[in-house]
T-cell receptor, first 113, second 113 residues
Framework: AQSVAQPEDQVNVAEGNPLTVKCTYS??????LFWYVQYPNRGLQFLLK??????LVKGSYGFEAEFNKSQTSFHLKKPSALVSDSALYFC???????????FGTGTQLKVEL | DGGITQSPKYLFRKEGQNVTLSCEQN?????MYWYRQDPGQGLRLIYY???????QKGDIAEGYSVSREKKESFPLTVTSAQKNPTAFYLC????????????FGPGTRLTVL
């Protein structure tokens, strides 16, 4: 069965500094990986995904993620954090014969002035 | 969130009552999903449907039921058999390909009184 680990419950970063939210995965077969963001009492918004190709994936709002097959990681990054980036971030991996997304437990990002 | 609507936004239920949560999409997506979100646990899959008149149990289907009579609609019934139904419920849909992105609705917060 597939699984996702987000080792940090919370990440704090100062505005203007680079941010990284970590994700590692386990899946049989090719990994298809996703990042979503959730603001309080809202649904999840899609940020980016890795299906195949370039290991550096660029997504919405200036976010990017680096796929590393040898380390089974898919860390989310942004060069310069904004206070408005403060939210809950979820990493997910596609498995279950391609029909099911398995989510990590989420990482709360707090960007402070 | 656009294209997927969930109603109501907030729902209160007395113990022993069944309630039905609505999910409608106008994206012409084939697959639809129901997730449950609890603090610190990420999202867990309840049921999913890949085509009309067909659906499969997810990881936590006990105490829930669904129907898929129309492509646009995938209502979820929380029955009295669900022992701890208080949670945030999210509906999602995606296109035909398994690697297509799942898009989420705004969610329904269910509270059992």
């Amino acid at each position: 069965a597939q699984s996702v680990a987000q080792p940090e419950d919370q990440v704090n970063v100062a505005e203007g500094n680079p941010l990284t939210v970590k994700c590692t995965y386990s899946v049989s077969g090719n990994p298809y990986l996703f990042w979503y963001v959730q603001y309080p009492n809202r649904g999840l918004q899609f940020l980016l995904k890795y299906i195949t190709g370039d290991n550096l994936v660029k997504g919405s709002y200036g976010f990017e993620a680096e796929f590393n097959k040898s380390q089974t990681s898919f860390h989310l990054k942004k060069p310069s954090a904004l206070v408005s980036d403060s939210a809950l971030y979820f990493c997910a991996v596609l498995g279950g014969g391609g029909n099911k997304l398995t989510f990590g437990t989420g990482t709360q990002l707090k960007v402070e002035l | 969130d656009g294209g997927i609507t969930q109603s109501p936004k907030y729902l209160f239920r007395k113990e022993g009552q069944n309630v039905t949560l609505s999910c409608e999409q106008n994206l012409n997506h084939d697959a639809m999903y129901w997730y449950r979100q609890d603090p610190g646990q990420g999202l867990r899959l309840i049921y999913y449907s890949q085509i009309v008149n067909d659906f499969q149990k997810g990881d936590i289907a006990e105490g829930y039921s669904v129907s898929r009579e129309k492509k646009e609609s995938f209502p979820l019934t929380v029955t009295s058999a669900q022992k701890n139904p208080t949670a945030f419920y999210l509906c999602a849909s995606r296109g035909w390909a398994s690697t297509d992105t799942q898009y989420f609705g705004p969610g329904t917060r269910l509270t059992v009184l």
